[in-house]
């Protein structure tokens, strides 16, 4: 067996103190003319940059010899999907080609004391030429610090890439945002114009850093908004990354994690920096330590901070009022009749290719009639829970649940639809002027409609 197999399994089976120092050893006694380059590899992924890049290449050496590898089942993202098996070096040797050079690359897991938090895993290259190795951990370690389709979350205490949360807000458009209008562009302006204008804040001699607040009751558009800027910041012809932070919980403690948080931020500007629900994540223990990351000594020049909360009012002044910190609030209230009329017809353009729902222009205006009070989640969870009751109720009956004798083109169609949007725009209820009821779409929305109401009012009265 390779004598430094035999120095890990060795060292492995003993209390261990330093393994970069047993391995370094070992390493530099069988190389003596060798040069040794050890890295981190969460900061400089050389199988992942040669994987990505193609420009570089690896095969295993005396592959089960001495190799430990922890073979697992890796879950499916969902259960209808297939798994897979994907193994983990513990232990492992590679031959490694970049650049017309060769190295020999060791890779193995390290756990020096009990509580070694997060696990740590090292790369070990060895080269005649020490100046290729630097100079392939620069490039490397430059691949491995960007984004490639992914979003940086910080959650257990360490920076993580997330390609899931990617693909997420890849599908978020500002296009599906019911907002009011002159809000939702002042929103998109303040933080395009923040990105645009580094040169303006030099100019007036102002730090280039802003910080807004996204507030008002759940369910009104605050995260969708944050997604739809993350992926218009991505857009970009220089794209602008963004950073989440999920949560503070650190095995170092909150303030750590603040610390962390900063540093990879001001590393990362120009960047768009995210605290969702900010009033649980700042508890009064770290409040000044946050406080002086946000306008301590340190500068944050290219950082724009977004903090979404519910409750404005259970946030510190020195975080929700203090200029300098969070400049802006914007409020996301519960929408008035023409964005619930407007959040309408987006579903209304979501089911246009659905043959068993008729949905015509006068369901919208109706409903919104009937969804005051209503934010735009208990909105949206009145169309689900109705649209699944239709699917039900066509599986059991197998029968036409609309009207099929509806006319929506042709002279007597387009005179009344005409004729219910001009009373619409007079704010009329329309179902005391057309009967609605032979829409099951109708029917059904207002029995969801009226259970919904009662978890928070449970005095309403039906609509």
Not at 200 to 208: D, E, I, N, S
Not at 340 to 359: E, G, M, S, T
């Amino acid at each position: 067996m390779d004598t430094i197999a035999t120095a890990f399994f060795d060292h492995s089976e003993a209390r261990r103190i330093n393994t970069n120092a047993v391995i370094s050893r070992a390493l530099r006694e069988q190389h003596p003319t060798s040069a040794l380059v050890t890295v981190s590899i969460p900061n400089c992924n050389l199988l992942d940059y040669a994987t990505g890049t193609g420009k570089a290449s690896f095969w295993p050496l005396e592959q089960g010899k001495s190799d430990l590898l922890l073979t697992e089942y890796t879950p499916p993202p969902h259960r209808t999907e297939d798994g897979s098996i994907q193994d983990t070096a513990l232990f492992a040797k590679y031959g490694y080609r970049w650049d017309g050079c060769d190295f020999l690359l060791y890779l193995l897991e390290g756990r020096d004391g009990s509580a070694s938090y997060p696990q740590l895993r090292f790369a070990y290259l060895l080269t005649p030429q020490r100046e290729k190795a630097e100079a392939l951990v620069y490039a490397a370690g430059r691949w491995t610090s960007e984004l490639h389709d992914e979003v940086w979350v910080f959650d257990s205490g360490y920076w993580q890439k997330s390609a899931q949360l990617f693909a997420s807000i890849r599908s978020a458009s500002w296009d599906d945002v019911i907002l009011d209008a002159k809000m939702k562009q002042d929103l998109i302006d303040d933080h395009m114009s923040f990105f645009h204008s580094k040169e303006q804040y030099r100019k007036f001699k102002v730090p280039w850093k802003r910080g807004v607040i996204y507030y008002g009751p759940p369910g009104n558009g605050k995260t969708i908004s944050i997604k739809a800027m993350m992926h218009a910041l991505y857009s970009l012809k220089d794209p602008i990354p963004s950073l989440y932070v999920r949560s503070l919980s650190s095995a170092a403690g909150p303030e750590y994690a603040i610390k962390q948080i900063f540093e990879r931020a001001r590393q990362t500007a120009p960047c768009y920096l995210i605290f969702e629900d900010l009033d649980s994540l700042v508890s009064d223990r770290v409040r000044s330590y946050f406080l002086n990351e946000v306008d301590g000594l340190k500068a944050n020049d290219g950082i724009f901070m977004v903090g979404s909360t519910n409750h404005l009012d259970q946030l510190d002044p020195g975080i929700a009022k203090r200029p300098s910190r969070f400049d802006r609030k914007y409020l996301f209230s519960d929408p008035n009749k023409e964005e619930r009329i407007a959040y309408c017809h987006f579903w209304q353009r979501k089911l246009r290719d659905n043959k068993d729902v008729a949905f015509p222009d006068i369901l919208c205006d109706a409903i919104a009639g009937i969804t005051d009070k209503f934010s735009f989640a208990f909105i949206q969870e009145a169309f689900v829970a109705a649209l699944l009751a239709i699917a039900r109720h066509r599986r059991e009956d197998r029968v036409p649940c609309n009207d099929e004798s509806y006319v929506s083109v042709g002279d007597s169609g387009s005179q009344r639809e005409a004729f219910v949007e001009d009373l619409a725009d007079d704010w009329v209820d329309v179902s005391a002027v057309v009967d609605l009821d032979k829409y099951i779409l109708w029917r059904e929305i207002k029995k969801q409609i009226k259970s919904l109401r009662k978890e928070f009012d449970p005095d309403a009265s039906p609509p």
